[in-house]
């Protein structure tokens, strides 16, 4: 059934393991995850961006994960990933997301709040619950030093502030991770110090971590060795996720990872079969690869297996 992330996340915050946020855009993505999923037994989030609305269109996604909710009995999680205003939110709700989220962390604080206070007022009235943003995910060349860190970095008392006034149901916090598959110049690094502090003063809150991908190494690889070009791709260590997994993190979001490990799949098929024109073979060879990489995440990196 499609579900909000209540319950889940009070579990995941309990069990000390994250649910995977899964962006989706089109049918072999959804069908590679959840068939995922299905065999690992574990709760879902798909989540659809505004990218992913223009390309798709909405009324197919949403019927594509209607599909593959009739498919199964897991609990789903359908959620608006980055919605950047009110009006991309209220067109969600309305048309039966059960979580959306405003990213209105770009704005000064005070505005953040009045934005995020809107969407809240307007999603609860309706059953479906929001996720904010407070802090910016540092880029790659970002957050050097300590004073960087403070600027863009979530500021631990004002995301007790934030969550106080606004009502939100979960918060997504800045602690060095970014989107991409560029992440990291040196060595991968988080602030788990700050993290470990928001995971205390909020005390059950559930936090949310963007651009998690890890960017596997072989992936890259493969891409690469089909005539991909892709060079000095990095992203966040496994063993780090785990760890922010065992703070108050509960939802950890990939994106960048089904990319790699679709296109990888997509080139090696087109490669080593030439005269094949068939989109069904390489196509699903791309959602054979999806589903083998959310296995991995979910049975080794979020721990969410048999969970339901
Ligand atoms: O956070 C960004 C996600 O990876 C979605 O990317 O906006 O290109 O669909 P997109
Ligand atoms: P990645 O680019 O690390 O997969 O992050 C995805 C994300 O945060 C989607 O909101
Ligand atoms: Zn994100
Ligand atoms: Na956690």
Known sequence: PLVTSKEIFNKAYDGKYAIGAFNVNNMEIIQGIVDAAKEEKSPLILQVSAGAR???????LKKLVEAAIMDTDLPIVLHLDHGEDFEICKQCIDDGFTSVMIDASHHPFEENIEITKRVVEYAHARGVVVEAELGRLAGIEDAVNVSEKDATFT???????????????SLAIAIGTSHGAYKFKGEPNLDYERLE?????LDGFPLVLHGASTVL?????????????IPGAKGVPEEMLRRAASFGVCKINIDTDLRLAMTAAIRKSLTEDPK????????GAGREAIKSMVRHKIANVLGSSNTI
Do not use: M
Not at 155 to 169: I, L, M, S, Y
């Open 197 to 201: 502090k928001i995971t205390q003063l």
């Open 54 to 60: 223009k390309y798709a269109k909405p009324a197919y």
């Open 276 to 283: 094949n024109f068939d989109p069904r073979k390489y196509l």
């Open 217 to 229: 190494p072989e992936f890259v690889e493969l891409c690469n060795t089909y005539g991909g070009n």
């Open 155 to 169: 500021d631990p008392n004002q995301a007790v502030e934030f969550v106080k006034r606004t009502g939100v149901d």
